[in-house]
Nanobody, 115 residues
Framework: QVQVVESGGGLVQPGGSLSLSCVVS????????MRWYRQRPGKGRELIGV???????NYEEPLKSRFAITGDVAKKTIYLQMHSLEPEDTAVYSC?????????WGQGTQVTVSS
């Protein structure tokens, strides 16, 4: 059974940084890509970016300057490094893993940016 688990969320002050992790387990199948999303209060889910098995990373433009996706999809572990956080970044951050034509979501981790 494939499991996707995010961790690292919490409370951070405006201007601060935070790093989230996403780990895929329960399968020996090759993970093709992993994506980070977020859902802010009262808004729809938005894509932050994707990292592929070959290590290629693509971002949605508005967040590219402050967010970075790193890690190794082949090892089924990626990270989301966030800098210069603003209250508007408060959201549930989720990871989605692609294995062939199947997609698996984690439950998400809450990030709250507040003083």
């Amino acid at each position: 059974q494939v499991q996707v688990v995010e961790s690292g969320g919490g409370l951070v002050q405006p201007g601060g940084s935070l790093s989230l992790s996403c780990v895929v387990s329960g399968t020996t199948a090759k993970v093709d890509a992993m994506r980070w999303y977020r859902q802010r209060p009262g808004k729809g889910r938005e894509l932050i970016g994707v990292i592929t098995y070959l290590g290629r990373v693509n971002y949605e433009e508005p967040l590219k300057s402050r967010f970075a996706i790193t890690g190794d999809v082949a090892k089924k572990t990626i990270y989301l490094q966030m800098h210069s956080l603003e209250p508007e970044d408060t959201a549930v951050y989720s990871c989605r893993a692609q294995i062939g034509v199947d997609y698996y979501w984690g439950q998400g981790t809450q990030v709250t940016v507040s003083s």
